[in-house]
């Protein structure tokens, strides 16, 4: 059964700090890993999306990285803002008994990011 | 266009008594989702549909029907709800997977209460 683990469940950093957010999962039969932001009372707004094929993804100062061999992805934010604070999820879509359809999410990384 | 949108915001409901939740999407998706979310549980996939007529059940089906009669519209209902149903419900759709930018758009949620 896949898991999905984030850690840290929480995190603060100074204004301008570079960080990296951290998922872990357990079966690297993976099809895809998508990245997420979500805003308190609010849904969810896709950052990123990386194939099974692909090893990072970029856009702005975010960079995804994907290592499925060890089952491993990290959410690199470079000159964090105060706007950046949120929760951060991530989540696999793999061969669940053929169905494909199906994300798996971590349970996130609330950042909050002090001006 | 508007996304993903999902109707109403909140809704607080008696146990017993039943509800339709609304889910719309205007990007062409053949692909549509509706996931859960609950404290310490992460979001978990309630039932999925990959084209217009067709459904399929995803981790937490029980409880919960669903109907696609347009592809751009995906109907949760909940015929006898129960204080268990008490959940944010967002609703995603997707391209399908062959196809590349095949990333998940969630809606704003709707926040459910059953008393």
């Known amino acids: 059964k896949q898991e999905v683990t984030q850690i840290p469940a929480a995190l603060s950093v100074p204004e301008g700090e570079n960080l990296v957010l951290n998922c872990s999962f357990t079966d690297s039969a993976i099809y895809n890993l998508q990245w997420f932001r979500q805003d308190p009372g609010k849904g969810l707004t896709s950052l990123l999306l990386i194939q099974s094929s692909q090893r990072e993804q970029t856009s702005g100062r975010l960079n995804a990285s994907l290592d499925k061999s060890s089952g491993r992805s990290t959410l690199y934010i470079a000159a964090s803002q105060p706007g950046d604070s949120a929760t951060y999820l991530c989540a696999v879509r793999g061969f669940y008994g053929g169905a494909t359809n199906k994300l798996i999410f971590g349970t996130g990384t609330l950042l909050a990011v002090q001006p | 266009n508007a996304g993903v949108t999902q109707t109403p915001k909140f809704r607080v409901l008696k146990t017993g008594q039943s509800m339709t939740l609304l889910c719309a999407q205007d990007?062409?998706?053949?692909?549509m989702y509706w996931y859960r979310q609950d404290p310490g549980m992460g979001l978990r996939l309630i039932h999925y549909?990959?084209?217009?007529?067709?459904?399929a059940k995803g981790e937490v089906p029980d409880g919960y029907n669903v109907s696609r009669l347009k592809k751009q519209n995906f109907l949760l209902g909940l015929e006898s709800a129960a204080p268990s149903q008490t959940s944010v419900y967002f609703c995603?759709?997707?391209?399908?997977?062959?196809?590349?930018?095949?990333?998940?758009?969630f809606g704003p949620g709707t926040r459910l209460t059953v008393l």
């Open positions: 990007m062409n998706h053949e692909y």
């Open positions: 549909s990959v084209g217009e007529g067709t459904t």
């Open positions: 995603a759709s997707s391209r399908p997977l062959v196809l590349a930018y095949n990333e998940q758009f």
